[in-house]
Nanobody
Framework: QVTLVESGGGSVQAGGSLTLSCTAS???????IGWFRQAPGKEREGISC????????YYSDSVKGRFTISRDIAKNTVYLQMDRLQPEDMAVYSC?????????????????????WGQGIQVTVSS
């Protein structure tokens, strides 16, 4: 059974940092992990992803330069280091896995590419 479990969410003041983790289990092949977020009343936004094949990364313009995605293959875990957090970053963050997109395609955070999803975790940023 494939599972994705997020951890590391919580509350932080503007300008602070948090690191989210996404731990995967049950996979029998390579996969790309993407991070998504959804704020109340807004559409889900794909913000970053990392390929398990070549380690290539993608960041949306909204987080580029502030967020860093990385992976620990031995731990089956992908991290999202979030620095200089702002109130507009407040959302439920979810990780997802794609077993079809092993090297990043154009628009690599399209939700339709991802078959497996975590339950989501809240990130709150206070001003």
């Amino acid at each position: 059974q494939v599972t994705l479990v997020e951890s590391g969410g919580g509350s932080v003041q503007a300008g602070g940092s948090l690191t989210l983790s996404c731990t995967a289990s049950g996979f029998s092949s390579d996969y790309t992990i993407g991070w998504f977020r959804q704020a109340p009343g807004k559409e889900r936004e794909g913000i970053s992803c990392i390929s398990s094949v070549d380690g290539s990364r993608y960041y949306s313009d909204s987080v580029k330069g502030r967020f860093t995605i990385s992976r620990d293959i031995a731990k089956n875990t992908v991290y999202l280091q979030m620095d200089r957090l702002q109130p507009e970053d407040m959302a439920v963050y979810s990780c997802a896995a794609s077993t079809s997109m092993l090297r990043l395609w154009e628009l690599p955070t399209l939700a339709e590419y991802y078959e497996y999803w975590g339950q989501g975790i809240q990130v709150t940023v206070s001003s």
